[in-house]
């Protein structure tokens, strides 16, 4: 069974620049989140997709940030415009049920951005 | 406020010696708390999950342990292909019951032959 696949694996662009991060979850899995790790720091939530619905995005920093999960299978995230403190490694995990105690997320191998 | 505080930073074993990692935690409603390792250059990767005080969970050279407050780590005789960043998480609620983690910022274990 293939994992949580995340695409592109790096991506270098200019500040003000868009950039648009893809998540493949795990088959069946109708919960998909994504998390941002920035420099030196403890990996933090963004959001909850159940299905194709946003159930939480409690953790998104701004209104630059744009989560979408059309179909409820795939999702992107789009910065737009792109800020230098944007940079960092954005993680997306998925789970089959979300609301069971103890659940586990799996998680994909990140998206590295760097915003020159 | 939920946070998670893991400890140290880094760590350095000659291949054979035993030690923990240490992953404290104050959190309004557990509803677990997770091990991870991770990678360079990659995600985290499930290791275990604990729910309450007193558990105790095993794989091959690592037992994660659980009390109220915090967890350990243990990782008895490690090998050079232990070396990682080992992430600790709890989880809690989101809106509508769904969960979320909440990580510390990890330990990284560098073990030399």
């Known amino acids: 069974e293939a994992g949580v696949t995340q695409f592109p694996s790096h991506s270098v662009i200019e500040k003000g620049q868009t950039v648009t991060l893809r998540c493949d979850p795990i088959s069946g899995h109708d919960n998909l989140y994504w998390y941002r790790r920035v420099m030196g720091k403890e990996i933090k939530f963004l959001l909850h997709?159940?299905?194709?619905?946003?159930?939480?995005e409690s953790g998104m920093p701004n209104n630059r940030f744009l989560a979408e999960r059309t179909g409820g299978t795939y999702s992107t995230l789009k910065v737009q415009p792109a800020e230098l403190e944007d940079s960092g490694v954005y993680f997306c995990a998925s789970s089959q049920h979300g609301l069971a105690v103890g659940e586990t997320q799996y998680f994909g191998p990140g998206t590295r951005l760097l915003v020159l | 406020e939920d946070q998670v505080t893991q400890s140290p930073e880094a760590l350095r074993l000659q291949e054979g010696e035993s030690s923990s990692l240490n992953c404290s935690y104050t959190v309004s409603g557990l509803r677990g708390l997770f091990w991870y390792r991770q990678d360079p250059g990659k995600g985290p990767e499930f290791l275990f999950t604990l729910y309450s005080a007193g558990e105790e969970k095993e794989k091959e050279r690592l037992k994660a342990t659980l009390t109220k407050k915090e967890s350990f780590l243990h990782i008895t005789a490690p090998k050079p292909e232990d070396s990682a960043t080992y992430l600790c998480a709890v989880q809690t609620l989101l809106s509508g019951g769904y969960n979320k983690l909440i990580f510390g910022a990890g330990t990284r274990l560098a073990v030399h032959p």
């Open positions: 997709f159940v299905k194709e619905s946003k159930q939480d």
